[in-house]
């Protein structure tokens, strides 16, 4: 009985995503005949401010803004808040300073990716295409990141297998994303960014209830200070810095990058960029900036005040930090609830996934085949577009599937890369190219590559700056060599300048 | 809403994006100044709800701040302005097709 209770909620939640996925599909179907690419890559501009700042935050917080974050949080108290708090500038900044830019621009002409945008802007197929293999690259690893996670999630809480969960749950994301486009992404991401914040909820009574009120909590968590404090085992929980035997385990170093890797760089993110070209109005984006805020600090600060908090339930786990939040479902919430606050990591790794995926795709699909077609000047016929958009859609789905059955370990290290890595290549390329006319493809290539270059080596080989993230090495290379790239390279055309600067003229 | 041309949008989104970087500059200060700052001074002996003080000021200070301004910005400096644009469609994505523009 309460392995069906546990269940029952995520099976309904499945289902409605379904739902949606094929209702978007049924809906959308003449405006594909039109413009396929349009309507499934960007859902046809129409998104409103809640949506779009629902997606944005979705697609943004991820299997560890649910699962590693508030371990790590229940083991090195309110420093990791603190840590994680940087966040709340990731919405709207990149909306802000990109969105109505790219916004107006991807309207002129008519771009559907941020490699159209970049081609459009730099004038450089070579600089496209490793932009397209970029993509295609970390996104493929991240997903799979994300689906080894969620598995995990689904069979810890479940009971059914690694395998099982895996496939059950990969399916359902896989297939809508594959229907729906970027439509149902948008809209399914915004159902998943609700019940996530009804499973945060759920959880915080959860652990307010077992650990005895608040006061009862702070006491434990105090109690575990002053011990860890004392022995030199442990972490001071009560301090920024989370003091391990006298030691910052958070130096003020690795804050100071934290600012650049999950704060002002994710401005760089494509899977964001790209939400900046599918909004319908200004109106909206104004409101998805506020509504973003608030929906991505209560998330993050919330979840990880959770985890700490959480250190008044559970005093000790086996195995890693990561499982402290599934054990806290597992064992102290009544099996519904549990089914229903579960919902909410597993819609965290759902949310990204599928926007990954259908960026990924549209990286093969547009940016790859269609400007090769367009090339040769040889005419599309939007049903085999479509045919095919829908086919690459559900093979990177599948291919990413079967890859994380036995995940092979090149892909899970060079995940690690991913997230910093996609800012490194993309950081500069954006900001440069949207507001410094001097900006070219030869400081783009050499920016963008350098950059990711000198980032990955550097991780690769632990190679470290005092004890700054190597964000800083990855964004400072790429910058110094950018602006070389702009001096040394040759200028683009006037008209270029007239499109992305018509103020300078 | 107002009417902008072309070129009037982009000295607009100009101002919109610096509006955007000051309050991220703020934000950013006023986080550095609660945490570290209010934990030099007080270290974890003052309590909010029985968390540190120092945690809370600057965890949900810092969220209600960024919230707070960007209502703010959003309010007073952006400005509602059609993205469509009666310009022609345009493609400079190839250096040597000069001035191929195309109506459609």
């Known amino acids: ?505 | 809403m107002q009417k902008l041309s072309y070129k009037e949008k982009f000295v607009q989104m100009n101002k919109e994006a610096k509006a955007s970087w000051i309050v991220a500059a703020i934000v950013i200060a006023f986080w550095w100044m609660a945490g570290f700052g209010i934990y030099h001074v007080w270290g974890a002996e003052w309590t909010i709800l029985g968390m540190p003080a120092w945690f809370v000021v600057s965890c949900f200070g810092s969220w209600i701040l960024c919230v707070g301004l960007v209502w703010f910005i959003t309010a007073k400096v952006f400005q509602d302005f059609e993205l469509e644009d009666e310009l022609p469609v345009v493609d400079v994505s190839t250096p040597d097709a000069a001035g191929k523009e195309e109506t459609k």
């Open chain 1, 1 to 505: 009985m309460s392995a069906f209770l546990r269940l029952a909620p995520v099976f309904v939640f499945f289902l409605v995503l379904l739902g949606m996925g094929f209702y978007v599909q049924k809906r959308s179907a003449a405006a594909r005949a039109e413009d396929y690419s349009k309507d499934y890559f960007i859902g046809g501009r129409s998104l409103g401010g809640f949506v779009l700042a629902m997606t944005l935050v979705a697609t943004y917080s991820s299997v560890s803004s649910f699962l590693s974050g508030p371990g790590v949080a229940w083991q090195k108290g309110f420093g990791w808040v603190y840590y994680a708090s940087t966040q709340v500038v990731a919405a709207f900044l990149v909306l802000g300073v990109l969105g109505k830019k790219l916004a107006v621009i991807g309207r002129r002409t008519e771009s559907v990716t941020i490699v159209d945008i970049i081609r459009q802007r730099y004038q450089s197929n070579g600089l496209a295409i490793c932009s397209a293999v970029v993509i295609i690259v970390f996104f493929t690893t991240q997903m799979l990141g994300q689906f080894i996670g969620g598995a995990q999630i689904f069979s810890a809480a479940t009971g059914l297998s690694y395998e099982a969960g895996l496939l059950f749950f990969a399916a359902v994301v896989v297939l809508y994303t594959t229907v729906g486009g970027f439509q149902a992404v948008a809209i399914t991401d915004t159902a998943c960014a609700i019940v996530m914040l009804i499973g945060m909820v759920c959880l915080g009574y959860a652990i307010l209830t077992k650990g005895g009120g608040m006061a009862q909590i702070m006491a434990t968590i105090n109690e575990a200070s002053k011990t860890a404090v004392e022995t030199g085992t442990g972490f001071d929980m009560l301090s920024p810095t989370a003091d391990s035997a006298g030691i910052p385990s958070i130096s003020v170093q690795l804050y100071l990058t934290q600012w650049m890797l999950c704060g002002v760089c994710t401005l760089g993110l494509p899977q964001s960029g790209v939400r900046c070209l599918s909004y319908k109005d200004t109106k909206s984006v104004h409101r998805a900036m506020v509504y973003g805020t608030i929906v991505v600090g209560a998330m993050m600060v919330g979840m990880h005040l959770l985890g700490v908090l959480s250190r008044g339930v559970l005093l000790e786990v086996e195995g890693s930090t990561d499982s402290v939040m599934p054990t806290l479902i597992a064992s102290y919430m009544h099996p519904l609830v549990a089914g229903i606050t579960i919902i909410g990591p597993l819609a965290a790794t759902m949310s990204t996934i599928s926007s990954l995926l259908i960026a990924g795709s549209s990286a093969i699909v547009k940016d790859i085949y269609l400007h090769a077609k367009e090339t040769k000047q040889e005419p599309v016929n939007q049903k085999t577009l479509g045919h095919l958009s829908l086919a690459v859609t559900a093979l990177m789905g599948i291919a990413a599937i079967g890859l994380s059955i036995k995940p092979p370990d090149i892909i899970v290290w060079i995940n690690l890369f991913a997230f910093g890595g996609l800012e490194t290549m993309f950081f500069w390329m954006l900001l440069l190219g949207l507001f410094w006319r001097k900006a070219n493809a030869t400081g783009a290539l050499w920016g963008g590559i350098g950059g990711l270059a000198a980032y990955c080596v550097t991780m690769a080989l632990n190679i470290k700056i005092g004890t700054f993230h190597n964000i800083l090495i990855g964004v400072g290379v790429g910058f110094f060599l950018f602006v070389l790239g702009a001096h040394v390279g040759r200028q683009n055309d006037e008209k270029v300048h007239r499109l992305f600067f018509p103020e300078q003229f």
